[in-house]
Nanobody
Framework: VQLQASGGGLVQAGGSLRLSCQVSGGSFSSWNMAWFRQTPGKEREFVAV????????DYAESVKGRFTISRVNSENMAYLQMNSLKVEDTARYFC?????????????????WGQGTEVTVSS
């Protein structure tokens, strides 16, 4: 299983970015998918998760109303639309697959990870 995240970059505060996660191998359409982020010296933190059907989403409080997670099962793709970006959203963003326990938002509850994509928000 391979997860390839892309779409990161440098953006001004208030701007938008759309991250993509291409999954190859495995059973994408049966997996819950998530995004996490991490800054140097800090633990990886939960951002958003979407169920395998795409019917249910959950978000970290810090991104609710600004970020939207989505997926296209026919294309093995997951996305994170990030609007109204803030300086504090600066981080490396990782996509994760196969959540082993719904409701658990810790990194160890996901089986597969991508290499991440860097997002920098300037003031």
């Amino acid at each position: 299983v391979q997860l390839q995240a892309s779409g990161g970059g440098l953006v001004q505060a208030g701007g938008s970015l759309r991250l993509s996660c291409q999954v190859s191998g495995g059973s994408f359409s049966s997996w819950n998918m998530a995004w996490f982020r991490q800054t140097p010296g800090k633990e990886r933190e939960f951002v958003a998760v979407i169920t395998w059907t795409g019917n249910t989403e959950d978000y970290a409080e810090s991104v609710k109303g600004r970020f939207t997670i989505s997926r296209v099962n026919s294309e093995n793709m997951a996305y994170l639309q990030m609007n109204s970006l803030k300086v504090e959203d600066t981080a490396r963003y990782f996509c994760a697959a196969e959540q082993t326990s719904w409701g658990s938002k810790t990194p160890d509850s996901f089986s597969f990870w991508g290499q991440g994509t860097e997002v920098t928000v300037s003031s």
